[in-house]
C-alpha cells in the first residue's frame, strides 16, 4: 500500500496541514500524525483521548483483588493450622496481600492494555520518519479508497511548506 | 528542530555514545567492590553462617539492616517521582528517570538480603507461597510472607514505571544511531513510532501507574515495618513504626537522589539541565523529611520514657547513654541536626550543601535501621538472654558491595539510557504561556530558569 506524508517543523504548520485533509474528504481515522513529543495543545491529538486504560486498570484491579481473597481464604481453609491464635481465615493479615495483588493486577493490566491499544511491540513497516526523532512532525495517509496523490498534496500543502514523500508500507 | 532541542538532544545523548577510558577505570574498580562481596558471601556460603557475628540472642544484624536501608533508600524514585507527577510539577522532568532508577536498583540490592540472611540461600524458593510436597502452605499471617508480596509487586511496579517512558527515548536513540547501536535500540524501542494514539495512551498509562504506585510505595516500608511491630518485643511493637519507616525510607531516598544528581551533573556535564534549583527544591524536602523525622523519634522516645516499662527502659538506655549511645547521638546529629543546619539558611542550601547534608543522612539512615534492630534484640527481656554483637568482616564486605553495587548499576544504566527523559524535557519547552503576547521562547526561558 501507498502512503504519502509531509513533514512539518511545527506542530501549527501539522494541525493546518490535518485539517486541510479533513476538509479534503478524508476521514479522521485515516490520517498519521507522528511526533517525537505529545502536542495535547492542538486537536490533532485530541480524537484518540479516550478513558479505556482507567477502565481496563480498574477491571485489572478487581481481578487481583477476587484472586488474592481466593488465594488467601483457600489456602487457609486447605490447610487449616491455627497460627498466633489468629481465626484459620485471618481476614486483617489477608487484608495486606490483597491489597498488594489489587494493586498488582492494576499495574499489570494498564502495561499490557497499552502494548495492547499502542500496537506494541510493532516490527512491521509503519508510517514513519527517521526526521520524526529531528524535531519534525508527520501528516499522512495511505493513497487508498480512489484518494489521488495530486489531492492529498494539494491538502497538505496548506499547512504551509514541508517536505512531501511517498512511501510503500 | 529548535537550537534547544538539538542541544538537548545531543548533551544527553552523548554519554551513550561516547565513553572514555574514565568510564572503564570506573567499571573496573567499581567491579573490584562488588567482586568483594560476592566473595564474601561465597565464603560464608561454603563455610555457613558462623562467619558472621550472628550469634545468640542477636540473630538479625547487618543483613536486615541493609535490606530495611536499601528498600528505605529505594523510596527515592518511584514515589517521589510519581507525587511529582501526580501535582504536574514542572521542575520534575529532569529529575524523575534519575529517581526512578535508583528504586530499581535499590529495590534489587535489598530484596537480596532476607535470601543472604537465610544463611542457606538455596532454599530461597521456600519464602515464595506456593504448596510444598510437605503440605505445608505458605502462612498468609506471617510478615515474612508479606514482605514478599509487597517487595514483588514494587519492583515489578517500579520497574514498568522505569520502562514505559523511556520507549520513546529509546526509539529517538534508535533513529540517531547504527550499526549494533541502531538494532539494539530498535529491540527497546519496540516499533515506537510516535502516533497520537501511542502519546496518548502512554500518558494515560503513566497517569495510572503514578496513581497506583503511591500507594503501594508507602505499603511496602509499612510492611517491612510490621517485620518487627508485629513482635512482641520491646522498643519493637508499636503502631508508631509503619509511619515512623515511611517518613524514614522517604528521608533516605531524597538524600540518595540529591547524591545521584550531583554526580550525573558532575561526570555527565549535565550543569545545562540539572540545575541549583532543582538541588534546593529537594534540600527543602530533605528539610521537611528531616524535621519530620526528629518529631517521630522525638514521639517514640518520649512515650517510652514515660511509659517506664523495664523491658523497654533497657534497650532505651542502651542507645541514649550506653553502649550503642555513641551511634544514637552520630545518628541523630547527620540525620537531624547537620541536615538542620545546612539546608535552613538559603545560602547554606547551594549544591555542595545539599550533599553534604545528604551524605551525612544516608550514613544517618543505615545506622538508625541498625539501631532498631541490635539493641533491642541484645538486651531483650530478661537478663540472663542478654548478648552482644560485633560485625565480622565479610559482613562489612558484603555491606560496602552494596553501596559498589548501586553505584555500578547506576554508571551501566546512564551510560544504555538517557539518564534524563528528553522527550519529558521537550514537552518542558512549551509550558502555558504566562500571557498573551509571550513568546514561546520567552516562556521556554521562563521555565528553564524559574521551575
Known amino acids: 500500500m501507498t502512503a504519502i506524508y509531509g513533514l512539518f517543523d511545527r506542530p501549527d504548520a501539522a494541525q493546518r496541514a490535518f485539517t486541510g485533509l479533513k476538509r479534503a474528504g478524508v476521514p479522521s481515522a485515516d490520517i498519521t500524525v507522528v511526533s517525537g513529543e505529545p502536542f495535547e495543545a492542538f486537536e490533532f491529538s485530541h480524537r484518540d483521548h479516550s478513558m479505556i486504560l482507567f477502565r481496563l486498570a480498574l477491571a485489572g484491579g478487581i481481578i487481583g483483588f477476587v484472586l488474592a481473597v481466593l488465594l488467601t481464604r483457600g489456602t487457609e481453609l486447605a490447610w487449616p493450622l491455627v497460627t498466633g491464635g489468629m481465626p484459620i481465615v485471618a481476614w486483617w493479615p489477608n487484608l495486606v496481600i490483597i491489597f498488594e495483588m489489587t494493586m498488582l493486577g492494576a499495574i499489570v493490566t494498564t502495561v499490557v492494555s497499552l502494548l495492547v491499544a499502542s500496537k506494541l511491540p510493532s516490527f512491521r513497516k509503519d508510517l514513519y520518519d527517521p526526521a520524526v526523532s529531528d524535531g519534525k512532525i508527520l501528516v499522512g495517509v495511505p493513497l487508498t479508497g480512489g ?17 512531501v514523500k511517498t512511501t510503500q508500507m | 528542530m529548535s537550537d534547544y532541542s538539538t542541544t538537548l538532544t545531543n548533551d544527553l545523548l ?8 574514565r568510564f572503564w577505570l570506573l567499571v573496573v574498580l567499581l567491579l573490584g567492590v562488588v567482586s ?3 566473595g564474601a558471601f561465597a565464603y560464608q556460603v561454603n563455610q555457613g553462617i558462623g562467619v558472621w557475628g550472628l550469634n545468640w540472642p542477636v540473630f538479625w544484624a547487618f543483613d536486615i539492616t541493609n535490606f530495611v536501608f536499601w528498600i528505605g533508600i529505594s523510596h527515592a524514585g518511584t514515589l517521589i517521582s510519581a507525587i511529582l507527577r501526580l501535582v504536574n510539577a514542572e521542575w520534575r522532568r529532569p529529575v524523575t528517570r534519575c529517581a526512578e ?13 532476607p535470601i543472604v540472611h537465610l544463611g542457606r540461600p538455596w532454599l530461597f524458593f521456600w519464602l515464595m507461597p506456593y504448596p510444598t510436597e510437605r503440605q505445608i502452605w505458605p502462612n498468609f499471617r506471617s510478615p515474612l510472607v508479606w514482605d514478599f508480596f509487597a517487595i514483588s509487586t514494587y519492583l515489578t511496579g517500579s520497574s514498568l514505571f522505569l520502562f514505559l517512558p523511556t520507549i520513546p527515548d529509546f526509539a529517538l536513540v534508535r533513529d540517531k544511531t547504527t550499526g549494533w547501536r541502531h538494532r539494539f535500540y530498535a529491540i527497546l524501542a519496540l516499533g515506537w513510532t510516535g502516533t497520537t494514539k501511542q502519546w496518548h495512551r502512554l500518558e494515560s498509562a ?61 561526570f555527565l556535564h549535565l550543569e545545562k539541565y540539572l540545575h541549583p534549583v532543582h538541588f534546593e ?21 518520649l512515650t517510652t520514657w514515660y511509659g517506664n516499662e523495664p523491658s523497654e527502659m533497657t534497650t532505651f538506655w542502651q542507645t541514649q547513654r550506653l553502649s550503642f549511645a555513641p551511634l544514637y547521638w552520630t545518628m541523630v546529629t547527620v540525620n537531624f541536626i547537620l541536615p538542620v543546619t545546612i539546608l535552613s539558611f538559603k545560602k547554606l542550601r547551594t549544591i555542595t550543601g545539599c550533599v553534604i547534608a545528604s551524605f551525612g543522612v544516608v550514613l544517618g539512615m543505615w545506622l538508625e535501621r541498625f539501631l532498631i534492630i541490635v539493641p533491642t534484640l541484645s538486651h531483650k527481656y530478661l537478663s540472663y ?17 552494596t553501596f559498589g553495587a548501586m553505584v555500578l548499576f547506576y554508571v551501566l544504566f546512564s551510560k544504555l539510557v538517557p539518564i534524563i527523559s528528553i522527550w519529558e524535557m521537550k514537552i518542558g519547552q512549551h509550558p502555558q504561556l504566562a500571557h498573551e503576547h509571550q513568546t514561546a521562547d520567552e516562556a521556554s526561558t521562563m521555565w528553564r530558569t524559574q521551575p
Open chain 2, 281 to 301: 527544591n529537594l534540600g527543602k524536602l530533605l528539610l521537611m523529611m528531616s524535621l519530620l523525622w526528629g518529631y517521630f523519634v522525638f514521639a517514640e522516645r
Open chain 2, 385 to 401: 538472654s542478654w548478648g552482644s554483637y560485633r560485625p565480622r568482616t565479610p559482613e562489612i564486605l558484603l555491606l560496602v558491595a
Open chain 2, 36 to 38: 568483594l562481596g560476592i
Open chain 2, 101 to 113: 532508577v535508583i528504586t530499581v536498583f535499590a529495590l534489587m540490592i535489598g530484596a537480596m538480603f
Open chain 2, 14 to 21: 552523548r554519554p551513550l555514545i561516547q565513553t572514555s577510558w
Open chain 2, 206 to 266: 503513566m497517569q495510572i501507574m503514578a496513581i497506583a504506585i503511591v500507594p503501594v510505595a508507602v505499603s511496602v516500608h509499612t510492611i517491612v515495618s510490621f517485620d518487627f511491630s508485629m513482635a512482641p518485643v520491646p522498643m519493637w511493637h508499636s503502631t508508631i513504626f509503619g509511619p515512623y519507616f515511611v517518613a524514614g525510607a522517604i528521608f533516605s531516598g531524597i538524600a540518595a537522589l540529591i547524591i545521584a544528581m550531583a554526580a550525573l551533573r558532575k
Open chain 1, 147 to 163: 484518494r489521488s496523490e495530486e489531492s492529498v498534496r494539494q491538502a497538505l500543502a496548506v499547512g504551509g511548506p514541508a517536505v
